[in-house]
């Protein structure tokens, strides 16, 4: 089980215009692996998360999740019947959360499984419970959004992720926004799902996260993987320059 | 000042003012309804209504309404549309403020942040779901206002149908100053009529807007 390919890129490239963002990348993510992107800014590695559930599409290459491929060309109409669907088991969480302000926590967790998977109210309720208890958050199921710290957002933004029940991950710095003071709250509930073995794939500037939670580092910049390899090569004894020089940099601080 | 013949005429105006409501209420409703259109084929997927649209707002707004409301009651009947000018005067000016409300709302549309249809869509929410249960309840929230200020104008525009003898306050003014020659008392008494619907219906905007802020 654990050697399957479970998220699947091949050849992913991405350009606007003349400008290349992403340069033939290649990533099989097995299930349950937890993968790490890391880069400088620019690098590529939103864009790349980003491709994985067509928010950003590639200009050329392949995303499969087990054998859906993602990123199928297909009419305008049957398109997006495919992607609302695949959708739904690929789970993202954003750098600004972007919770529902109009809605309570209540309604931004339930709001998705009741219209896309027929949830009646009070399997819903219950759903929107069982997510809130697994973040810590059970006390705040009324609140509105503007309510809430900036920790807290973003873990009621992981149990609204986790209520369609996906079977991937996709976290886009998801603790950048965070005074530094509220980061550990939504780590700790991160390192919670890696122990539950969510598949998950990281982009993040905190190098020590990735360093104790993923199996895997990748190492972009320009818009190429240039390294990557378990944290303990790549963090310890990186091989190549740039990635040598990006790391002094952020591990120095 | 003649506060002896305002007295007298006033009942006049009274009903003038109704005039001037029921043609609001009903521009108002129109406009809303070719802005809600409008603003949608502006946001729309397909060029063809897109470019309609922009068609539409820069032909309206870049004519004096005026000009639209004569070129519906007397041209009107030159190629066969022939309305009462009350009608006239009603579609003309609901067509008119429909371009600057079709800007108001695709304005409110595009400002709410693109991280929510991002989120909504990441869900598997499709367009129209998103559309509807993320980004229009809180682009309603945000147009409150600025539609406020549209109907403002469009209350104030109502005027514009006195020209073609719509009895309403300024067509009322105009008539008693013929037989009374007062024209100070006249205006005085259509303006202060016009400030009052405008007071109201300012008031009611501003209940909206902090109802709406609150939840």
Redesign the interface.
Known sequence: MSDQAFVTIKNAAKSYGTLEVLKDINLTVQRGQIVAIIGPSGSGKSTLLRAI?E?DPLTSGEVWLEDVQINKKLPHRQY?AHV??V??D???V?Q?F?????LTVRGNIT??PR??KGLSEADANKLAEEQLAKVGLSEKIDEYPSRLSGGQKQRV?IA??LA?KPKVMLFDEATSALDPELVEEVNLVMKQLAEEHMTMIIVTHEMDFAASVCDRVLFMDQGVVVEEGPPSVIFQNPENERTRNFLRKHLSR | MDTELILRVYPFFIEAAWVTIQLSVLTAALGLACGALGAAARLSRLAIFRWIAATYVSVIRGTPALIQVFILYFGGPQVGIQLDSFAAGTIALGVNIGAYMTETIRGAIVSV?K??T??????????W?TMR??VL??AA?LMIRPLGVNINALIKGTALVAPISVVELTYTAQRFIGSTYKPFEMFLLSGLLYMVIIYVVGQGIHWLDRRARI?
């Open positions: 559930n928010l997006e609302n669907q959708r739904q690929i789970g993202m954003f600004h972007n919770l529902f302000p109009h709001l998705a219209m896309l933004a609204r992720a369609m | 942040d991280g929510q991002e989120a909504a869509r990441t869900l598997g929410m499709s367009r779901q249960k993320v309840p809180q929230r939840t």
